[in-house]
Every structure is written in C-alpha cells, then in structure tokens.
C-alpha cells in the first residue's frame, strides 16, 4: 500500500528548502559587492532583488514549516531533488533581470546549467555582460559542482542525523570523515584553497599571454569555478578559444582533470598517500578510457587531415577529449566544426568520452569511470564463469581507497545507473529528432546535457524549441542527481496522487 | 529603441554596406566558419566590433571581433592595432574595425589557430562609453520587497520569543 505524505513530512521538506533559499541569498552578495565597486549600479540592483526575493522565500518557508524533525531517507531525497529547482529557480531571477537572456525559461536554462555543471548556454552577447553577472554565472557552476546541499549541510543545519539522506541525494556516496558534516567541509575548505591556487595560476598565466592585470584574475576565477567544477562556463563567447593560448589551454587541463578526480582520492592524497593514484581502479579506468578516446579522435583527425601537423591533432583533439571526459565542456573550435571538420569517428569518440563521464564523489556527470570499470569487470567475470568449470567460484576484487570485493549487488547497481544513463541519452536525441534535429546533432546534445558536459555542436541556441529546452533542463537536473532522487521525486508525486 | 542605439546600428550597417561595395572578399564570422575550408588561405575583409582585451604576444597581438553571428579571433602587428581606442564590454562599445588579411581554418605557424591574420586594419566607427541608467522600476521593487522583509523578520522574532517562552510545545 502506497502512504500518502502527511503535512508532517512536507513540512520538514519545506523547513530545508528554506534554509537553502536563505543560503543562495546570501551568496548572492558577493556578486553585488562586485557590482557595486565597479559601479555597475543597475546589476546590483538585480542582486539586491533577487536576495531579498530569496530571503522572503526563504522565511516565509521557515516560519509556516517551523519542524524540529529529522529527514528521514524519503525526505532526504525530496529535498534534494526539489531543491535543485527551487534553486535553478531563485539562481535565474538576477540572470533573467540583466536583459541577457530572452525569455525566464531561457535564464531558468542557464542557470541550471550552471548548477549542474553543465555549460550549455543560451545567453545573448555574453562579451558586454557586467562583471557581476558574469561572477554570479560562475559562482552557480561552483555551488553547484560543491553541491548546493553540501553547502547548507556546511554553514546551515548544525549536527542532524539526517544530513547522511541529504548528501547521498546528491549524488555523493563516499563520506571522506565519518562525520558528515566535517566532510561537507572538508570538501569547502579544499574547494577554496585550489580556488586560491587555480586563480593564481590562470591570473599569472593571462598575465604573461597580455591580459591586463584585472582581467587577468577575474578570468582566473570565473575560469577556475567552471574548470575544476567541470561547468564549461566562460566569460566570452568564445569560450577558451578566446585566449588564442596553448599555455592557458594546459593550465586549464590541470584544473579539469583535478575536479574529475574522486573528493575521497583528494583527502588521501592530502595525507601524503601518493601511490593510491597509481593503484586506485577508478583512476586506471579513467587513464585508460581518456586514452582510448584520444586515440579515435587523432585517427579521425588524421585521416580527415583537417589539421597539418601533429602538435594541432594533440592541441584540439587532447583538449576536446579532457574536456568530454571529465564533463567540463570548455571548447577551443566552433560548435559547428564538430559536425563538419572532425570526422565521424572523432564524433563517436567526444561523445564515448561525454556519456562515460569522470570519477565518482567529484562534480563531474556521466556513468563514471567506477561504474564502468565494475561493468566491465562483470562482463569479464560473466565471460568466465562460462568458460571455466561449474565448481569454480569467483571473487571480483578492485582496489579503490581500499581492497574491496565485488558483490552482486554492486554489480547490478553500476549496470542499472548505467542503463539509465543511455536510455537518456537516447531519449533526449529521439526528442531532438522529432524537431527535425539529425540523429547525431541531437544524440550528441543530449549526451552533453544529461552526462552534464556542456559541448555543443551548435543545437543548442536561444530559437531552439521550448520542449527541447525543457527537456536538456530535465536531462541536466535527473543526470546531476543520478536519477535516484528523481526517481524519488516520481515516487512522491505518485503517493500524494494515489496514497491513502 | 534609444535613439543613440539606434544610430549606431545605421551608421554601422551603412559602413557594411560601404565595406561589402569596396572589398570583394566581405565575409561574416558565421560565413567564415560554416565555409572554413573553402576560404582556407584567402584574402578576406571582415568587419565588427572590438571585444574583450588586447593581448600582446611580441610584436604582435591577439584581438577578437564580433559580428552579428559570432566572434573571430586576429593576430595583428601591434602597429595595426594603435587605433583601436574602445574594447567593447559592460561599459563600452568597442570600435568597429574592417580587418583586411588571410584567414585560416588552422593556421600552421600559430599553432593551428582558428583566425584571420591582419595585413590592414581600419577604423569604421569608434567606440564609446555606455551610460547605463538604473532602471525606476527595479528601484521601487526594492523597496517594497525590503518592507515586506523587515515585516516578515519581526513576525520572526516574535514567534522565535513565542516558542521560547513556551518551552513545553510540542512541535
């Protein structure tokens, strides 16, 4: 029997969604104190709206859904998928107020993309938006790539039981302390820390490639926040072939490789234990497959001959593959160069590496390099199993952080996400092609958008259909979520309709 | 539309049609990039706005132009660029340039970039500053929003003091 949820349970949904509201309010200053400082009075004022806006939200929820309970799983789950609407919702409000994006749905688009650290976007002339903006675009890739969860679990709710349910819903299964919370900050106090460094680093790179000084570090920011939380955003509309740099291209490299890597793997290597990188699974999988894709697209690279000499293949074609794999989507060719430059073999390579994804318990999207690694692994023990004699027993063993065995059920978990990844991927492209998209433009932009990497091959655009964009924004929000708070989501809906 | 808007928008499709009339090559970004190959190794003549930053790299430097379809990177001699007054952002209009050279679909001696590179460029329109009025309305939003706040906030207090004096509530 299906139970229908009790005020009591929406009243502890509502009671954290407002404590969210109320956290985004308060990043929003940042980008106002920017704003204000460099006298762009009218985008402070977007900011100051949409604070306030979010703090009324935010304390009417607080006051109306006042509940000392604790949230139990279901509510967990809830919470967390609906708070990244609600979210998107608040985080859309200052983009929509510049102007810069035609309608709310567009800014609503945008900014849960920025969320799910995806990079798709349909922004109009991005090169004359304000710096606050601009910031504030960025700032939604790094609270999202954290987790906006991870952040109210941070500086919001103190010592519940129930922040475990909150952090699983986001998609985040390994605890790096036992304590949940010490782990939400750890993951913050390590965040900004490479936040210093990466702005360093692209500032003085920028530097030296003749931007000016002020530029140089605000690039070095914004660029940080959508490298290592593997968003995509950049302040131009050129993406990173803005820089016309090969220096800024590999610093750039660094920064999304480190965000692909498991947050757990971050903590190990902090405590001085280096060889786990050599011996983790997740990792050799992570070589192994980047490598495997590089390969397709230098030899489609090499047979269209659309680049001269090798030094160029390994420029665009490395470059793309990194940022495919680990979600990032920075781009340094044309949209439609993809689809008419590359070859298809390169075609099928970007959109392997997009739809396979980075490591787990880091903020990239896709299936992950543990769960196809452990696919793998199944397949491989399945194969010999057939090939051995009935008697024989075996045990599927990987290191990642520590020895582990295999079960069953871990196989099956890693095939079922993995199923529900590419039957999205299909689906999404099936959608694309009732609007007339061809089957490769669209499967690749559904691939970008529900493995939450951000490439585009140019169908993503401000005249796309509305039921397309509706449909990237499910994509982006169900493939950051990895599909079980959303299956949640669809479970509650159904118990409000149907419980008794 | 503000009338300074829409002047420029005539002075600039006036100059587009001027430079389009004089240089057989006028191409647009998007014209650039959907026929690349074509136009490998051409002499073409591109127009737009200048954006972002001058970066000097040696003697010459990288600057980005856009048209009403995109944006293209080109690598001129730093004397080509003395001209340039205005970059085009928040606060500016960057000048509209006509930028005579050789386009590349991947330029063999710049590392396969995508660009045009620069034999002459000329001034059609200068840029200037952009005074951006703060809109009336979202000043009176603020206000009414920063009442209903300050309401909510005392409804706040007043319940938050309610529930303490009541220590045995349940909840």
Same mark, same amino acid.
């Given at each position: 029997?299906?139970?229908?949820?009790?005020?009591?349970?929406?009243?502890?949904?509502?009671?954290?969604?407002?404590?969210?509201?109320?956290?985004?309010?308060?990043?929003?200053?940042?980008?106002?104190?920017?704003?204000?400082?460099?006298?762009?009075?009218?985008?402070?004022?977007?900011?100051?709206?949409?604070?306030?806006?979010?703090?009324?939200?935010?304390?009417?929820?607080?006051?109306?859904?006042?509940?000392?309970?604790?949230?139990?799983?279901?509510?967990?789950?809830?919470?967390?998928?609906?708070?990244?609407?609600?979210?998107?919702?608040?985080?859309?409000?200052?983009?929509?107020?510049?102007?810069?994006?035609?309608?709310?749905?567009?800014?609503?688009?945008?900014?849960?993309?920025?969320?799910?650290?995806?990079?798709?976007?349909?922004?109009?002339?991005?090169?004359?938006?304000?710096?606050?903006?601009?910031?504030?675009?960025?700032?939604?890739?790094?609270?999202?790539?954290?987790?906006?969860?991870?952040?109210?679990?941070?500086?919001?709710?103190?010592?519940?039981?129930?922040?475990?349910?909150?952090?699983?819903?986001?998609?985040?299964?390994?605890?790096?302390?036992?304590?949940?919370?010490?782990?939400?900050?750890?993951?913050?106090?390590?965040?900004?820390?490479?936040?210093?460094?990466?702005?360093?680093?692209?500032?003085?790179?920028?530097?030296?490639?003749?931007?000016?000084?002020?530029?140089?570090?605000?690039?070095?920011?914004?660029?940080?926040?959508?490298?290592?939380?593997?968003?995509?955003?950049?302040?131009?509309?050129?993406?990173?072939?803005?820089?016309?740099?090969?220096?800024?291209?590999?610093?750039?490299?660094?920064?999304?490789?480190?965000?692909?890597?498991?947050?757990?793997?971050?903590?190990?290597?902090?405590?001085?234990?280096?060889?786990?990188?050599?011996?983790?699974?997740?990792?050799?999988?992570?070589?192994?497959?980047?490598?495997?894709?590089?390969?397709?697209?230098?030899?489609?690279?090499?047979?269209?001959?659309?680049?001269?000499?090798?030094?160029?293949?390994?420029?665009?074609?490395?470059?793309?593959?990194?940022?495919?794999?680990?979600?990032?989507?920075?781009?340094?060719?044309?949209?439609?160069?993809?689809?008419?430059?590359?070859?298809?073999?390169?075609?099928?390579?970007?959109?392997?590496?997009?739809?396979?994804?980075?490591?787990?318990?880091?903020?990239?999207?896709?299936?992950?390099?543990?769960?196809?690694?452990?696919?793998?692994?199944?397949?491989?023990?399945?194969?010999?199993?057939?090939?051995?004699?009935?008697?024989?027993?075996?045990?599927?063993?990987?290191?990642?952080?520590?020895?582990?065995?295999?079960?069953?059920?871990?196989?099956?978990?890693?095939?079922?996400?993995?199923?529900?990844?590419?039957?999205?991927?299909?689906?999404?492209?099936?959608?694309?092609?009732?609007?007339?998209?061809?089957?490769?433009?669209?499967?690749?932009?559904?691939?970008?958008?529900?493995?939450?990497?951000?490439?585009?091959?140019?169908?993503?655009?401000?005249?796309?259909?509305?039921?397309?964009?509706?449909?990237?924004?499910?994509?982006?929000?169900?493939?950051?979520?990895?599909?079980?708070?959303?299956?949640?989501?669809?479970?509650?809906?159904?118990?409000?309709?149907?419980?008794? | =539309?503000?009338?300074? *808007?829409?002047?420029?928008?005539?002075?600039?499709?006036? #100059?587009?049609?001027?430079? +389009?009339?004089? @240089? $057989?090559?006028?191409?647009?970004?998007?014209?650039?990039?959907?026929?690349?190959?074509?136009?490998?190794?051409?002499?073409?003549?591109? =127009?737009?706005?200048? *954006?972002?930053?001058?970066?000097?790299?040696?003697?010459? #430097?990288?600057?980005?132009? +856009?048209?009403? @379809? $995109?944006?293209?990177?080109?690598?001129?001699?730093?004397?080509?660029?003395?001209?340039?007054?205005?970059?085009?952002?928040?606060?500016?209009?960057?000048?509209?340039?006509?930028?005579?050279?050789?386009?590349?679909?991947?330029?063999?001696?710049?590392?396969?970039?995508?660009?045009?590179?620069?034999?002459?460029?000329?001034?059609?329109?200068?840029?200037?500053?952009?005074?951006?009025?703060?809109?009336?309305?979202?000043?009176?939003?603020?206000?009414?929003?920063?009442?209903?706040?300050?309401?909510?906030?005392?409804?706040?207090?007043?319940?938050?003091?309610?529930?303490?004096?009541?220590?045995?509530?349940?909840?």
């Amino acid at each position: 029997m299906i139970l229908r949820p009790r005020i009591k349970d929406l009243k502890i949904i509502g009671f954290y969604w407002g404590k969210l509201t109320i956290g985004l309010s308060l990043f929003m200053a940042l980008p106002g104190i920017l704003s204000l400082s460099l006298g762009e009075i009218d985008p402070m004022f977007d900011f100051i709206i949409s604070a306030l806006f979010c703090l009324m939200m935010g304390f009417v929820l607080h006051i109306l859904c006042y509940t000392k309970n604790e949230p139990k799983w279901m509510h967990g789950m809830i919470i967390v998928s609906f708070s990244w609407l609600v979210a998107a919702f608040v985080g859309a409000v200052p983009l929509f107020l510049s102007g810069h994006w035609n309608s709310f749905l567009d800014a609503f688009f945008e900014a849960m993309s920025g969320l799910s650290t995806t990079g798709l976007v349909l922004v109009n002339d991005l090169n004359h938006m304000s710096y606050g903006h601009n910031l504030w675009r960025h700032m939604l890739v790094f609270l999202g790539g954290q987790g906006i969860v991870v952040v109210v679990l941070s500086f919001f709710i103190q010592g519940i039981q129930g922040a475990f349910r909150l952090y699983v819903g986001e998609a985040r299964d390994e605890r790096v302390f036992p304590n949940i919370q010490r782990t939400a900050r750890f993951i913050w106090v390590v965040s900004l820390i490479y936040l210093t460094l990466g702005t360093m680093m692209f500032g003085l790179t920028a530097v030296k490639e003749g931007l000016p000084w002020g530029d140089a570090f605000f690039n070095g920011l914004c660029i940080f926040m959508a490298a290592f939380d593997t968003g995509g955003f950049t302040p131009y509309d050129q993406n990173i072939l803005y820089y016309h740099s090969f220096a800024l291209e590999m610093v750039t490299v660094i920064f999304m490789v480190w965000g692909a890597i498991n947050f757990r793997l971050h903590y190990i290597l902090w405590s001085g234990q280096r060889k786990e990188l050599w011996r983790n699974f997740e990792i050799r999988t992570f070589v192994f497959t980047n490598l495997f894709v590089f390969a397709l697209i230098a030899l489609s690279l090499s047979n269209t001959q659309v680049y001269d000499n090798f030094l160029v293949v390994f420029r665009k074609g490395f470059y793309h593959s990194i940022s495919a794999h680990t979600g990032t989507g920075f781009q340094t060719i044309y949209p439609v160069e993809f689809l008419q430059e590359w070859g298809g073999l390169a075609l099928f390579g970007i959109i392997l590496a997009m739809g396979l994804g980075g490591c787990v318990c880091s903020t990239t999207g896709g299936i992950k390099a543990l769960r196809i690694g452990v696919v793998a692994k199944a397949f491989y023990e399945e194969v010999k199993h057939y090939v051995s004699s009935e008697n024989t027993i075996f045990v599927s063993k990987i290191h990642h952080i520590k020895d582990i065995i295999l079960s069953d059920k871990q196989m099956r978990s890693a095939c079922l996400i993995t199923i529900a990844y590419i039957a999205t991927y299909f689906l999404g492209g099936a959608i694309g092609m009732i609007y007339g998209y061809p089957f490769i433009d669209s499967f690749f932009e559904s691939t970008s958008a529900t493995a939450n990497v951000g490439l585009s091959c140019g169908v993503t655009s401000p005249s796309m259909p509305t039921i397309l964009k509706l449909t990237y924004i499910l994509q982006m929000w169900a493939g950051r979520l990895e599909f079980i708070s959303v299956f949640a989501l669809i479970g509650f809906v159904v118990a409000l309709v149907k419980g008794k | =539309m503000k009338p300074k *808007i829409f002047f420029v928008i005539l002075l600039v499709f006036i #100059a587009a049609q001027t430079a +389009q009339a004089q @240089y $057989g090559g006028w191409v647009t970004s998007q014209a650039l990039i959907k026929n690349a190959a074509e136009l490998d190794g051409e002499a073409v003549v591109f =127009m737009g706005e200048v *954006i972002g930053d001058l970066m000097p790299r040696g003697n010459f #430097a990288w600057i980005n132009i +856009q048209d009403d @379809y $995109g944006t293209i990177g080109v690598w001129a001699s730093l004397e080509l660029t003395k001209e340039i007054s205005y970059f085009g952002d928040y606060n500016h209009k960057g000048d509209i340039v006509a930028v005579e050279g050789t386009f590349f679909r991947a330029d063999p001696e710049l590392a396969g970039e995508f660009c045009i590179r620069a034999q002459n460029i000329r001034i059609v329109f200068p840029g200037f500053f952009i005074f951006h009025q703060v809109n009336s309305l979202k000043i009176k939003i603020v206000i009414v929003l920063s009442v209903l706040m300050i309401l909510l906030g005392g409804l706040k207090l007043f319940i938050f003091k309610t529930e303490k004096n009541i220590p045995s509530r349940k909840l």
